[in-house]
């Protein structure tokens, strides 16, 4: 039985293998066909959009082959700063006279879709079109469509729109049944990452901060919206309070749509707009397509931008997916030797990580604004560690909807004595040279000594924190205390108070440090680090999807709740990371 089951591994093995090998050169067969092959626009053809299903990052390559319907590869994005391109491209292009968008079940923070949506707003300015269909709308794909001219959806179809609601996961019960104690150090009466496990519901200050950037991210769609549909914001918020559509005709009703159509009627009204008829095929172009098109501005100018695109946990050493300090304060150096640099532009989405690596990138970033204009983007968050590598920037750039600020510190540990003794029958022992040689063990309960030790730790940490900001900020300490203490704030409520200069996107960003280097006229923009070969990163997806995908048949729903305990194996040491594992829905 154990030779028919090793040869059954093998054959199982090598049929999987050959199926991924054929996908691949598959994919590589495509790649090198369509890179070589020239990209021309049609007269009188329309630039398809189709966002559906797709996730929005900052960076991605949309050449390259999506594996994503077979399981692997994860999700598949679309990357913004490609997206903004090819929208500027098909508003230049005569040729291409209005954009089909579909983008119904798009996902999106809020901060890109606003990004996003303003470029789509600038492409009417050409006087083209721009046609929205769905099936179904989520409420940010609604807010993303509702910037078109029309906007149909399907007769079954139905729209979400009744406001944001965040909901956390809570693991005191959990612990208190399995007998581990979180030991918590933190600063800042806000600093709420720690509270799900210390805690069974929100805390007031934490209710409050978040009850307040809800609203404010509410406000900015809500209004955005009424302008784009013709509609009082005091009448689209009591749609949206009262979540008024609730059969579909309702959406006709209420103007949030122009009619309910089937994908062929509305196929059939743009070719009567491109003056076709109806026997006529459509010529439409992707986003790949016409960013093969583009011919980068000055790319023959010695001057050049560079555009740091920092997205995702802020971590120590090397790591893929995420800011990694060793990884980061190299492109950074390098961008601040490089004498064609003549500005950086740090653009950042991140909800923070690790103290110590972002103190790693901020000296980098210090040192090269000392030579060079250094300005901070701030995407769609920018908090906590996100915050503190911002503050080295001359100048801070954010969206309104931008979330940022949590100026805060906390570590983690846990006491798992009850579990191992109570529950499992493990005891330990020890034998020691100090007082302190097992400090922090998770055999046993804390000592007042080692608690206070940590406690002044996190409080130095603190102190750095304060430091750095008010430095960059040109503020007091105690000045930025009291917009401090790790509170979230928005790009509106940050601007307000001094922890934003300006609210723009990443143009603005990019054009502000032009100004400053004196280069505003003659320039290009070159994006850090340098994305590796596709190949590479989907191997590396791959064996990290095979994981996921077993886990998540063994946990079922529970899969979600799994994950964010994973994550604790991330908090080592102290940690500027704001909470935002929460769902926004």
């Known amino acids: 039985m154990k030779f028919l089951g090793n040869v059954l591994a093998v054959i199982v093995g090598l049929l999987v293998f050959s199926v991924i090998s054929f996908f691949i050169m598959a994919g590589l067969i495509a790649m090198i066909a369509s890179s070589e092959q020239e990209v021309s626009v049609s007269e009188n053809s329309v630039f398809l959009l189709n966002l559906e299903g797709r996730v929005l990052v900052e960076r991605a390559n949309e050449d390259e082959p999506d594996f994503s319907s077979f399981g692997f590869g994860g999700m598949p994005t679309v990357g913004l700063i490609s997206l903004k391109t090819a929208i500027e491209a098909a508003k230049e292009n005569e040729n291409i006279k209005g954009i089909y968008m579909k983008a119904g079940t798009f996902s999106a923070g809020q901060a890109g879709l606003k990004e996003l949506r303003d470029a789509l707003l600038d492409f009417k300015e050409s006087g083209k079109f721009i046609y929205s269909y769905g099936e179904y709308y989520t409420e940010p794909a609604y807010y993303l469509s509702s910037v078109a001219d029309k906007v149909y959806m399907n007769p079954s179809g139905l729209i979400e729109l009744n406001g944001f609601a965040s909901e956390i996961v809570f693991f005191k019960g959990m612990f208190e049944k399995l007998e581990v104690q979180p030991e918590v150090f933190r600063v800042g009466d806000f600093k709420s990452a720690v509270e799900p496990f210390i805690l069974d519901k929100m805390s007031e200050e934490n209710r409050l901060q978040t009850q307040s950037f809800l609203n404010d991210l509410n406000k900015v769609m809500i209004g955005e919206i009424a302008e784009s549909r013709g509609i009082p914001a005091d009448t689209l918020f009591n749609i949206s309070n009262k979540m008024l559509v609730r059969k579909v005709k309702d959406a006709v009703d209420l103007k949030l749509v122009d009619d309910l159509w089937y994908e062929d009627q509305v196929i059939d009204a743009m070719k009567e707009k491109l003056g076709l008829s109806q026997d006529d095929k459509i010529t439409t172009i992707n986003v790949s397509n016409i960013n093969r098109t583009v011919k980068p501005k000055n790319r023959t100018s010695k001057n050049r931008i560079a555009v ?7 971590v120590s050493g090397r790591v893929e997916g995420a800011i990694s300090s060793e990884t980061f304060q190299r492109e950074i150096r390098d961008a601040r030797k490089n004498k064609d640099v003549k500005a950086i532009v740090l653009r950042v989405n991140s909800p923070g990580g690790s103290a110590l690596a972002s103190e790693v990138i901020w000296r980098e970033l210090e040192l090269a604004s000392k030579e060079k204009p250094v300005i901070a983007s701030m995407g769609e968050v920018a908090a906590s560690g996100g915050y503190y590598i911002a503050a080295a920037a001359d100048t801070i750039v954010a969206q309104p909807n931008t979330i940022t600020g949590s100026i805060g510190i906390f570590a983690l540990w846990f006491n798992a004595q009850g579990l191992l003794n109570n529950k499992l029958g493990i005891t330990t022992d020890v034998v020691k040279t100090g007082e302190l040689s097992d400090m922090l063990t998770p055999t046993r309960k804390i000592t007042d000594v080692e608690r206070s030790i940590f406690q002044a730790q996190v409080e130095e940490g603190y102190d750095v924190f304060l430091t750095r900001v008010a430095e960059g900020r040109n503020k007091t300490k105690e000045e930025i205390m009291k917009i401090a203490s790790g509170r979230v704030w928005t790009g509106n409520q940050a601007k307000e108070n001094g922890l934003v200069d300006i609210l723009g996107d990443l143009e603005d960003a990019i054009e502000i440090a032009a100004k400053k280097a004196g280069v505003a006229d003659d320039y290009r923009v070159v994006y850090y680090p340098i994305q590796k070969p596709w190949f590479e990163r989907f191997m590396s997806q791959f064996t990290n999807d095979v994981q996921v995908m077993y886990r998540k048949h063994q946990m079922g729903d529970l899969y979600p709740i799994y994950n964010q305990v994973e994550k604790l194996k991330t908090y080592e040491g102290l940690m500027v990371r704001m909470p935002y594992d929460m769902t926004i829905r």
């Open 308 to 314: 740091v695109v920092a997205e995702g946990d802020i």
